[in-house]
């Protein structure tokens, strides 16, 4: 991830920091008026839902970095010798196909994948140089460079730092001074386009940006790249505005020290209040699928373990639902939400579809 990633990521953990130290000091709020989250099981009992372990067959760690399916993921996970480190695709049942490999000692050498149809797309960095990369995940053999002039890329840990749209691949990279490059190839390789805009900004469903990646408080400014038009979202006092192309999110503390999420669209419409606690927001991207808010609630084990209660709200009736008690590594691209439960010595990585909710 970037400077600038890491620096939005530590303006709201600090502030989730905070509303969970609050917590543990003097004990949870009243919960009377909050929803109380309803089992998965009960809630979605037809959503397609997977796990799989942490090691592959040959001993090595399997990191996951996209779900194309409950069952199905590409990531990463060093040679049986340890001499390099692969990208592979991960099936349900078990079966692996290599896409690429590099020597081992560069350091989280794949980032950014994401797909479109059976076309998966990545950066490669290598000895500090990035490259933008293809291949029909079909085929290992079609793998292949598509550009190396990216120039500067920015990773905000969201499902749009790369995207697919109208027959090109798209992507921010920092420019001069304060100042965003966008930038875009078509998906078969070829130049590579770039505008510019002041403001550190980063991408949103296309064609949508939204600028103040790197700001305390967070987005002020939703744009449309097509059209240019622009509108000017959802703050308030000492809260964290973050947008997705429909809904904007608002963390903030209340007067008792514990966190208020609230979410409205980015004209300010339909706001409302979607929890109050010790909670956070365990993913970067806001209402993923324009639909789902992804949680993460501390409990009293969490000290002891690391894992929090893993809560998903879902707007179209506001019901809380509890995915996981004990969940780390919270992550989701693309559809897909995924989590450990366990031990750092053997733990499982479980999914779930929410496009099949």
């Known amino acids: 991830m970037s400077g600038r990633g890491r620096f939005a990521r530590m303006v709201v953990g ?3 920091a905070l509303a969970a130290g609050a917590a543990l000091l003097f004990g949870s ?46 990531g990463t996970a060093q040679s049986a010798d340890s001499a390099t480190l692969r990208l592979v695709i991960r099936d349900g049942d078990g079966k692996l196909l290599e896409l690429r490999n590099v020597p081992a000692e560069h350091r989280a050498p794949f980032a950014a994948l994401t797909s479109s149809g059976n076309e998966l797309f990545w950066v490669e960095s290598i000895s500090g140089k990035q490259q933008l990369w293809s291949a ?29 749209a109208d027959g090109r691949v798209r992507w921010v990279s920092s420019g001069v001074g304060d100042e965003t490059e966008f930038r875009s190839v078509a998906v078969t390789g070829g130049a590579v386009t770039v505008t510019r805009e002041k403001g550190t900004w980063g991408l949103a469903a296309w064609p949508f940006a939204v600028d ?3 700001s305390a408080r967070g987005a002020t400014t939703l744009r449309n790249l097509s059209t240019g038009v622009t509108v000017a ?21 209340n007067q008792d020290g514990y966190s208020r999420i609230e979410l409205s669209h980015p004209d300010g419409s339909a706001r409302r209040k979607v929890i ?6 365990a993913i970067t991207d806001v209402a993923v699928l324009d639909r789902f808010e992804v949680l ?18 879902d707007l179209s009736n506001r019901q809380l639902i509890l995915v996981s008690p004990d969940a780390g590594n ?28």
């Open 14 to 16: 600090l502030g989730v």
């Open 29 to 74: 709020p009243a919960q009377s008026g909050e929803p109380q989250p309803l089992p998965l099981a009960a809630a979605w009992p037809n959503a397609a839902r997977g796990n799989i372990p942490s090691k592959l067959p040959d001993g090595s760690e399997f990191s996951p970095a996209l779900f194309l399916d409950a069952r199905t993921a590409i």
């Open 136 to 164: 029909d995940r079909r085929d290992p053999r079609t793998a292949r460079m598509l550009t190396a002039d990216v120039g500067a890329m920015q990773f905000y840990d969201s499902e749009h730092d790369l995207i697919v």
């Open 212 to 214: 103040g990646q790197t």
């Open 233 to 253: 979202v959802p703050s308030a006092d000492r809260s964290v505005t973050a947008c997705s192309a429909v809904w904007c999110q608002l963390v903030s503390i």
């Open 276 to 281: 109050e606690g010790n909670v956070a927001t």
């Open 296 to 313: 993460a609630k501390t409990t009293a084990q969490s000290d002891l373990t690391g894992n929090q209660q893993l809560l998903v709200h």
């Open 330 to 357: 919270i992550s989701y691209r693309a559809g897909v939400l995924w989590w450990s439960t366990g031990d750092q010595s053997s733990f499982v990585r479980n999914s779930l579809d929410l496009r099949t909710v």
